[in-house]
Structure formats: structure tokens, C-alpha cells
């Protein structure tokens, strides 16, 4: 037996979602729901941002202390 067209549920093929690091503009496509696993989030103000795993790594303390980006 083979799979249909599009994917294991029958459905339409998954689009690409496009994300962006609120911080540099560094940009990555994936299937799934949310950004790739190695980046962070964070809602400042009501908005939901994303960083990327570089901006995450440089300041991981500032976000653990949960700063604002503004701040670092």
C-alpha cells in the first residue's frame, strides 16, 4: 500500500512556514507549526518574537532573566 499524495493523513503537502530572528533578521523555513527547535521566543509587549540560535546563545542569561531584548 502507498501513501496518498501530500502526506500521511491525506491531506494537503505541509507548507513552508517562514521565520525571522526578531533580533538579526536571520531567516529559516520549516514544516512544522513552530520555528526550529534550536531557536527561542519570547512576548514582549503582546507580540510573539523568535531569536535564532546564535542570538539565543549570546544572550542566554539576559533571557533566562527574562529582560526584555530592548535591554540586551
Known sequence: MTSPPGGS??????KP???ACARC???AEVLTEGPPLTW???VE???LR???EACSRE????IEGRL???WW
Do not use: W
Open 50 to 52: 523568535h531569536y535564532c
Open 17 to 19: 512556514r517562514r521565520f
Open 40 to 42: 527561542t521566543y519570547s
Open 68 to 70: 526584555d531584548s530592548d
Open 45 to 47: 509587549d503582546g507580540a
Open 59 to 62: 544572550n542566554l542569561r539576559s
Open 9 to 14: 493523513d491525506g491531506g494537503p503537502a505541509a
Open 25 to 27: 533578521g536571520t531567516s
